[in-house]
């Protein structure tokens, strides 16, 4: 408490002493004065000094009060706003009696004259900027971003409402904002608007690289107004400014390094874009001007309407063309710098590698505790894998739109499934990546709550148990029958590994699949496989039904999982089968999964099974969410894979989709929808 007492005679001292160095030492340097900031040498005519020294004196000022700073252990944001409003009151109370003195008036008229000075104001930012730039800060705090993203969207709403208001420099909204200062500022305020607005979207998301666009849109319009003049928006400006620099340990995701070049192709093809159509245009128009087209008369009138400087209308042409060419420049102006910036802040892009000694790690994890029947699906080809330090575990996932899409619980013993989920988390929160599991159990719900994960119910997975099934009673009777009619007719089925099949019925089982798919993309993520002969023996299996001629009429593809359960990945046929040939192709694989000592067989995911299954009782929100899923039948057969397997009167395991925060479930949605290829556009891979 004694050192922070400490504050106010240190700030006196300190201030005290800037003002006496400038009083003894100011050196005539070129370039722009601070008038007044000698305030008793104003009858000598002395009572100007060069900006640069005087930003030096106060530069060293901040750095001394910053040490203080940090003695004293002060937050860094509350230290620079303290120093600076305090050194802005020294000198305010210092110009003020210095006036008094001087010109011989009241000390009401002396302050008023003081407020302004230029002096007053800069000296007071100078500390806080310094302050803000060199003192300590306590650790980052989770809303803190928010709070900089808030102030920071403040600030571009008030640039840009400065921007567009007609008249001069004045009332309020035009005093109060950061940008009010000369036609330079003016002119440049639109994009400054466009740039803090996009920056303060990365800011809420801790974004770094929006934290440098931020810092150099405020850096810039402080020096704007140092330059051309200081009013109340410069507190605004300084403010903003000092906010930036104090929190800046909040914004510590880094950027994709691949971004860069994207930017930069970004920006010179939207320049080399602009500048061929204004030369088209004013070509096209040049009898318009009131002078010769030249390559200099052209690159100033692009330049003047990308700054909007001419928003009102070029004065060198007539007609409409005045009109709307500078407007069209501008909107093409905002437009480029809105897709550069976005270019430069964007999440980092992912795509699926795959190395060998990855996947198999992966494979042999899977062997080994894969007992979860979606396990043997991370195997696909088109997942990354992430493994704790040591590959004891690991999780499997693809980033689409921004979004990681995990796919299954994680995979590993289950002390250390927690490791591997906390490790996930802050690799995806380093990238700025929403989180999204898909297919969650709900055993390992509890162990995702302990990482501030939340879950949704998705669906249910048919479980049939091969030890108790049995095509007795009347209940299964249509199953029955269908396998009766199948045999009848001459069918047989075949168990095969994927080494045991040969070329010819290999062809035979792809061109099955690729007239059953026909255009339609090969869908599914979590629970199928992407190919047909992608895995091997220990993790595959094909039930194969041969049609009388002896040709391959349908299968099912399955996945093995720990050598404890088949997986349904996906069951084509040929459109000729007979009615209840998949039917019995699961009796058929459920038989030989019993005599193989395979105690499960995994059929379809329905999701929503439990509010589209007829006899649930269901409440009124959820009678309203039954009848929006049944609108979705012909896109999604959701009710169709519910009625099948209820056939198999199987056992069913509620499956869920983990996310971060609601807010998120729209994105999450959407990518979750992308990656199971039910939407036009595909993920984004690296």
Known sequence: MGRKLAGLPIVILVAAAATGWMYLAHPSLGGPHVASALPLD????????????????????????????????????????????????????QSGVSIAIVRQVSLQSALDSAGRSQAVYLSGAAV????????????????????????????????????????DDSGILHTITPDAVGPLAHAAGIFAAVALLIAARGLARRRHRAWQIAVWVAALSTSLHVLYGLNRGTLASVIVLVVLLARRQDFDRPGDMTTRWRAAARLVTSASAITLYALVALWLNRMAADQQLSPGF???????????????????????????????????????????????????????????????????????????????????????????????????????????????????????????????????????????????????????????????????EAIVDTATFSLEGRAIRKVRQSVHRLEQAGYSAQVLRPSEIGDVLRSELEAVARDWRGDAPERGFVMALDALFALGDEDALFVIGIAPDGHAAGFLHFALSCGSALSLSSMPRL??????????????????????????????????????????ELSGLQEV????????????????????????????????????????????????????AYLPFQSERK
């Open 298 to 460: 052209a690159l100033r009138e692009t330049l003047d309407g990308v700054l909007a400087l001419h928003l009102r209308g070029s004065p060198h042409f007539t007609g409409a063309f005045g009109d709307w060419f500078p407007l069209s420049l501008l909107l093409l102006g905002i437009a480029s710098t809105l897709w550069v910036l976005a270019g430069w802040i964007a999440p980092w892009r992912h795509r699926v590698v795959q190395e060998e000694r990855e996947r198999a790690v992966a494979r042999a994890l899977v062997h080994a505790w894969g007992v979860d029947t979606l396990a043997p699906f991370v195997l696909r080809s088109d997942k990354s894998y992430f493994f704790t330090a040591d590959e004891a575990a690991f999780l499997a996932y693809r980033v689409v739109s921004g979004v990681a899409i995990v796919s299954g619980d994680p995979i590993g013993p289950r002390d250390r499934l927690g490791e591997v989920i906390e490790r996930f988390v802050a690799h995806a929160h380093h990238r700025d990546w929403r989180i999204a599991i898909l297919g969650a159990s709900e055993g390992c719900l509890p162990l995702y709550a302990e990482h501030g994960l939340h879950a949704l119910y998705h669906g249910d």
């Open 42 to 93: 104003e009858l000598a005519h002395h009572a100007s000094v060069s900006l640069a020294w005087y930003l030096l004196i106060w530069a060293v000022a901040a750095l001394l009060l910053g040490a203080y700073a940090q003695w004293a252990r002060l937050e860094r944001l509350t230290a620079a706003l303290v120093l600076g409003l305090g050194v802005g009151v020294w000198s305010y109370l």
């Open 575 to 616: 459109r000729t089968t007979p009615n209840g040939f998949n039917e019995w192709l699961i009796c058929e694989a459920v038989g030989w999964a019993r005599a193989h000592g395979i105690a499960r067989v995994s059929l379809n995911f329905a999701p929503f099974a439990a509010l589209l299954a007829p006899e649930a």
């Open 128 to 167: 806080a900027v310094g302050t803000a730039a060199v003192a300590t800060a306590r650790r980052a705090e989770a809303r803190a971003p928010i709070l900089v993203a808030t102030v920071v969207a403040v600030g571009g709403l008030l640039n840009l409402v400065h921007a567009v208001l007609p008249g």
């Open 625 to 676: 969410q039954r009848r929006a899923l049944l609108t979705l039948k012909g896109h999604f057969q959701l009710d169709n894979l519910l009625a099948f397997n209820r056939k198999f009167f199987p056992r069913w395991e509620r499956r869920f989709v983990v996310y971060e925060r609601r807010r998120d479930l729209p994105r999450v949605g959407i990518a979750a929808l992308a990656a199971e």
